[in-house]
């Protein structure tokens, strides 16, 4: 399964879905950077029925499966409400792999070349590589680490290639700590905290 997630949404999920995200066109010239694809997770079971539930109540016309049974993935989870389906994540990515920047420049051997901020936004475009007024996704970033790491431990939930190859598949006790901290010093005031997955 590949999930694409909007960068400022996995960068700020504290933020109001309904907010227009950055360079919201449909149709464009794009660019990403394959290294920032996240590898390895595995899903728990009632993961895979959430998400097979939510493939099939967004299916136009078909559904199909190889055993009766598993047409019916409601039938085997504590609702199906789609605001309480799931409250861990399940279409975020591990925002410990993600990082802030990510301009992409590329120069063609005729001599011509292209330019890409994170948001896929190009040079002519009034807010190429727009600052981030405030600060703001940055401690959203890491109140995001803090918390995921608390919610799902040290062990990640998806490994990139990014900053030079693939980190370790579990944080040492330091570096989850470090991350814990991260949660009690940015996680937006007045946020209530998500309850904790081993709690479930």
């Known amino acids: 399964m590949l999930v694409l997630t909007n960068l400022s949404w996995a960068r700020n999920p504290y933020n109001n879905a309904k907010k227009v995200r950055p360079n919201p066109r449909l149709f464009r010239t794009a660019m990403f950077n394959f290294t920032d694809i996240q590898r390895g997770r595995q899903l728990e079971e009632i993961e895979v029925k959430q998400i097979n539930y939510i493939t099939k109540r967004r299916a136009l016309r078909y559904v199909a499966a190889a055993q ?8 085997d989870l504590p609702t ?63 109140g995001f680490q803090g918390e995921f790491a608390r919610l799902f431990g040290p062990k990640r939930r998806g490994q990139s290639e990014s900053f030079g190859g693939r980190r370790r598949e579990v944080d040492s006790d330091d570096f989850h700590q470090y991350h814990l901290d991260l949660e009690k010093k940015y996680r937006p005031a007045g946020l209530r905290p998500r309850r904790d997955a081993r709690a479930r």
């Open 68 to 75: 009766e049974d598993w047409l019916y993935p409601e039938r």
């Open 80 to 142: 199906t409400h789609w605001r309480n389906l799931d409250d861990r994540y399940l279409f975020m990515p591990d925002p410990r792999a993600l990082h802030l920047g990510g301009e992409i420049m590329i120069g063609y051997e005729d001599g011509r070349s292209a330019a890409f901020d994170e948001f896929g936004r190009r040079p002519w475009q009034a807010d190429y590589k727009k600052s981030d007024q405030g600060g703001e996704e940055e401690r959203t970033l890491y």
